[in-house]
């Protein structure tokens, strides 16, 4: 039992450390999982939970039918976090830089996640938010949304495969004006 606890809080180290933006402050906090059930083949190195899956690691929430974790043998993991038919894959987490910045996303089918690289991907009927409270500053829709956190860089695709084609449908991007309030 020790070996899986320590294996989570290797998982939820790599999930929270989503990038630059991510609220430095989730690292030290603890991993909070719940899930109707769990599995873990440790000769695998494969840990699944099924069943409304709730991530909660201070202000990062994952949400899933289910989400499976691998590990590579260089000790990198690889979280793949799968919507329920009808419903979509969640995350949200607070950004450092402001009092109530947040970035949250949601897919049809599943959201990847790869802490080598730390990139997110995210597959069918994606979004991304940039959120300065509740207000929309940033938002991309489309088929296929890769997020890499160290370079802040998005690509948006109008097709689940990860590359854009003819004919596959439109991506959408609102981008908000950067109102700054000046002092009188």
Do not use: H
Request: overall charge positive; glycine content about 8%; charged content about 25%.
């Amino acid at each position: 039992m020790k070996r899986i606890q320590c294996w989570i809080v290797l998982l939820l180290g790599m999930v929270a450390a989503g990038g630059a933006q991510a609220e430095k402050a989730d690292a030290s906090k603890p991993t909070n999982i719940e899930a109707n059930q769990m599995a873990y083949d440790d000769v695998k190195q494969i840990n699944t939970f099924t069943g409304d899956v709730v991530l909660v690691r201070g202000t990062l929430t994952l949400k899933a039918d289910r989400m499976v974790v691998t590990q590579d043998p260089a000790g990198y993991q690889y979280a793949t976090l799968y919507a329920k038919r009808g419903e979509k894959a969640t995350f949200r987490q607070k950004r450092d830089g402001g009092p109530n910045l947040w970035i949250d996303g949601e897919a049809a089918d599943r959201i990847e996640y790869d802490t080598r690289t730390e990139v997110a991907k995210f597959y069918v009927n994606a979004r991304v938010r940039l959120l300065d409270g509740t207000r929309p500053t940033d938002e991309v829709e489309g088929d296929f949304i890769s997020y890499d956190s160290k370079q802040e860089f998005y690509s948006v695709n109008n097709t689940a495969s990860g590359a854009s084609k003819a004919g596959g449908g439109r991506i959408r991007a609102t981008i908000q004006p950067r109102n700054e309030t000046k002092a009188p």
